[in-house]
């Protein structure tokens, strides 16, 4: 395996378990709220993609900090 294709699996893996801490956050924010549980995914998902188009979030500021 080349040292690209261990950084690319290393990096999903990171990828991974952010996806599912932030899911866990999301269910316990509900629970700990009483909120439904789908509408605190659907409204995380809708903030995380309004925070994507913003200035300080946009592709070109990623890129250059990578």
Do not use: G, H, P
């Not at 952010?18 to 809708?46: G, H, N, P, Y």
């Amino acid at each position: 395996m080349s040292d690209e294709s261990i950084l690319y699996k290393e990096a999903m893996e990171q990828i991974d378990v952010l996806v599912e801490d932030v899911i866990q956050t999301c269910l316990e924010v509900a629970d700990k709220s009483d909120f439904d549980r789908v509408w605190v995914m659907e409204k995380f998902r809708s903030r995380f993609n309004k925070a994507k188009r913003t200035k300080d979030y946009n592709e070109s500021n990623w890129r250059m900090r990578l």
